[in-house]
């Protein structure tokens, strides 16, 4: 049964509260749009997603189906159980202000996935020490064999989507990313959207 649905307009962010077994679905409504993701117990906001110890409990820079999100105390924050693309995103941190300066010389505002977050997980009176590194669904990143890193366009077309159950009680928040300036959206920034069921 559908608990919450919210379609998260481009270039914005929003949190929600997800139960211990419920599912967070989230859904590329026009295709080729990144969505960071970020998760914290509900008890104690302190444990957090933590991208490197996910990385290291599955062995893999790659989330694949029944892989788990991992918190920094290397307990299972979200199990990934359904996926219609397969190509996601560990490494990089969300956009940010910072990086809009350092690499396209932009000292104006701009929209960015680390102030969203800041401004959605204010909502649960988080601070903004408590950003980390997000999940970036849909972000399609070439590793060479050199160890050179490179960002494609998404492989998600219109409707694809990633679905995960909660392995424990959470805050979840989800963007969609505001990066306009590189393939990582296409070179543009669409909607996402958002549902958490039973």
Partial sequence: MKKEEKIIAPRTGEAFKVARGEKLKVIDLEGRQVADLLAFSYKDSREMLSTGATIDSNGALYLAQGNFLYSNQYNPLLELIEDTVGAHD???????????????????????????????LSRFGFDESLVPNPFNIFM???????????????????????????????????????VEESPCNAYRCGPVKVEITN
């Avoid at 960002?151 to 963007?175: H, K, N, Q, W």
């Fill in 90 to 120: 560990l490494l990089h941190p969300p956009c940010s202000p910072a990086m809009y300066r350092a690499q396209y010389g932009l000292a104006e505002d701009h929209r960015s996935c680390y102030e969203n977050f800041r401004l959605a």
């Fill in 140 to 178: 399609n990143t070439k590793i060479y064999p050199d160890g050179k890193v490179e960002v494609m366009e998404p492989l998600s077309g219109p409707g694809d989507y990633v679905v995960f159950e909660a392995a424990m009680d959470l805050i979840a928040a989800v963007t969609a990313c505001a």
